[in-house]
C-alpha cells in the first residue's frame, strides 16, 4: 500500500533542492517541459531514493576480479553507482538536468527492479511541469534537513516559498 511513498517523496523534494541551485537549469525546464523526463532521470541518478540495498549471493561469483563466496553478504551502494564516471563521465559529479544517456540505477537492476518505477517517473513528471508552469521562482528557505539513514536519501524538512511567475 505504501510501496513508493517515501522513495517518490525523496525524489521530488530533492529534484526540489538540485532546481534551486542551478536557476538556469529550472529556467530552461520552465520554459519547455518537453525537457522534464530526462530532468527526472537526472533528479532519479542525483538524488538516489535508496541509497544501498544488501543481497546475499546464493553461488560463488566474481565480482569485479574478486571472488566472492556462496552465502556472502554484500552491500549494493546505488548513490556510489549514480556517480560512476567510467558510466557518465567526467561530470558525474554535476547535476545536469539534460544528461543523456542516463543509465542511472535508482531503481535497482535485473529482478529486483521496481515494480512503481513508471508511476514514480510519471507522478515527477506531472509534479515538476505544474510546479514550474505555476511557480517558476520557488524558493527552498533556512531549514532543509535530510535524515540520517543508511538506506533512503531522505528529505525531513523542506520550507519552500511559492512565488507565481511575473
Not at 530526462?38 to 532519479?44: F, I, K, Q, R, T
Request: aromatic share 6%.
Amino acid at each position: 500500500v505504501v510501496a513508493g511513498d517515501e522513495t517518490t517523496r525523496h525524489l521530488i523534494s530533492g529534484g526540489l533542492v538540485a532546481l534551486a541551485e542551478h536557476p538556469d537549469q529550472r529556467a530552461r525546464l520552465a520554459g519547455d517541459e518537453t525537457l522534464i523526463p530526462a530532468a527526472v532521470e537526472e533528479m532519479l541518478r542525483w538524488v538516489t531514493p535508496i541509497v544501498a540495498m544488501a543481497r546475499t549471493t546464493t553461488c560463488p561469483v566474481d565480482l569485479g576480479g574478486v571472488d566472492v563466496d556462496e552465502g556472502s553478504y554484500l552491500v549494493m551502494l546505488y548513490a556510489a553507482a549514480n556517480r560512476d564516471e567510467t558510466v557518465f563521465g567526467s561530470d558525474a559529479g554535476e547535476f545536469d538536468a539534460m544528461r543523456s544517456p542516463n543509465p542511472h540505477l535508482a531503481f535497482g537492476i535485473g529482478e529486483h527492479f521496481c515494480l512503481g518505477a513508471q508511476l514514480a517517473r510519471l507522478e515527477a513528471k506531472i509534479v515538476f511541469a505544474e510546479l514550474l508552469r505555476r511557480w517558476p521562482h520557488y524558493r527552498v528557505l533556512p531549514g532543509w534537513e535530510t535524515g540520517a539513514s543508511t538506506l533512503l536519501r531522505e528529505t525531513v524538512t523542506l520550507p519552500i516559498l511559492l512565488q507565481p511567475s511575473g
